[in-house]
């Protein structure tokens, strides 16, 4: 990739994940050709009339099942690639991630309690479920926070990923005992700590996008600060920066985009920690292209992971974040030892 310029590898990274997004509509039981696709969107958007030729199942099949569920898959890797790309340049560790300060555990142990309790199935729990998740994700996140404030008034990184690894076993330890008390839905809390797309509207993606849309920009708009952290706290402090408290903005903002992302499709994991890794050593360290192109990388790739999951098994679904595990897994002891060989 080194032999191309930097604006035609960020053209080459959009095209493939536009390819990404019309294999995820068109790739399925019923092939959808990118023709078929473009005709129904010009047909929902614009009113333009459909071929008489088209199946009668297509428009509906890319309008109401696969195209918001997709855009959905597009919009939480980008939002997880990026908490990823924040996390690992704020706390200075290429191996740091949201899930590793409690979001996850802190949304999966709230979605765990409306499940046994079976507040979930009730009229308001399609509302009340990633709501309730998203505020354990950010109260978790928070206290975490918190507690390392109070143990280290400079809020050292090391400090926080501690005191987040603690909360989050604790909390998985809750959740693991809810599970194992309450057996008729232990497959349930499994599945949902797994993540899915299935079943996904228009409904699910319209907060997703709004949270990543906005917690974006924000992390595009504090680049350089993100920039001055990357080299260390004591670079930043000596620079002017206000470190404690973009440290905390930075890591409720995380929260939040983790959070949303999590509340309403589930956990998955490892998207945070490859996609970084991955464009850094395309589009360099810089925080002001690594946030837009992470997250264009990480919704693709979350796109094709998707694709994957649901025709590997057909017409059963593997679980997203089974996939993303196979990838994420390996690919986490390279980055484990590769570190540590650097080290010494």
Aim: net charge positive.
């Amino acid at each position: 990739m080194s032999r191309f310029s930097r604006p035609a590898r960020f053209g080459l990274l959009c095209l493939a994940a536009l390819v990404a997004v019309l294999l995820g509509i068109g790739v399925g039981s019923v092939p959808i050709s990118p023709g078929e696709i473009l005709q129904v969107l010009a047909n929902k958007l614009w009113g333009a009339a459909l071929p008489e030729q088209m199946n009668p199942v297509i428009p509906g099949l890319v309008w109401s099942i696969r195209l918001p569920r997709v855009l959905l898959a597009f919009c939480v890797g980008a939002s997880l690639a990026v908490s990823g790309a924040v996390m690992q340049s704020l706390l200075q560790n290429p191996l740091a991630s949201s899930y590793g300060l409690g979001v996850s555990s802190g949304a999966g142990l709230g979605a765990a309690v409306l499940i046994v309790t079976g507040v979930a199935d009730s009229a308001a729990g399609t509302f009340l479920l990633p709501a309730v998740c998203l505020c354990c994700g950010l109260a978790t996140m928070g206290g975490a926070l918190a507690i390392s404030s109070r143990l280290d008034r400079n809020l050292s990184n090391n400090t926080i990923i501690l005191i987040g690894m603690v909360l989050s076993l604790f909390l998985n330890a809750i959740m693991t005992t809810l599970s194992s008390a309450n057996p008729d839905y232990t497959q349930r809390i499994t599945l949902w700590q797994l993540g899915s797309l299935s079943m996904k509207t228009w409904k699910q993606l319209g907060p997703v996008a709004l949270a990543a849309l906005i917690c974006i920009l924000a992390f595009w708009r504090l680049a350089s600060e993100l920039d001055l952290l990357s080299f260390g706290e004591e670079q930043a402090s000596a620079m002017g920066m206000e470190r404690k408290r973009v440290k905390w903005l930075l890591v409720l903002l995380v929260a939040l985009l983790t959070g949303t992302a999590v509340a309403f499709v589930g956990v998955i994991g490892f998207v945070d920690l490859v996609a970084p890794h991955i464009v850094r050593r395309i589009f360099g360290p810089s925080h002001r292209m690594l946030i837009p192109t992470c997250a264009i990388f990480g919704g693709g790739f979350l796109s094709l992971c998707d694709l994957a999951a649901r025709t590997l098994a057909s017409p059963s679904e593997i679980p997203i974040g089974s996939i993303t595990a196979l990838i994420g897994a390996p690919f986490f002891l390279y980055i484990f030892f590769s570190s540590r060989k650097e080290a010494r």
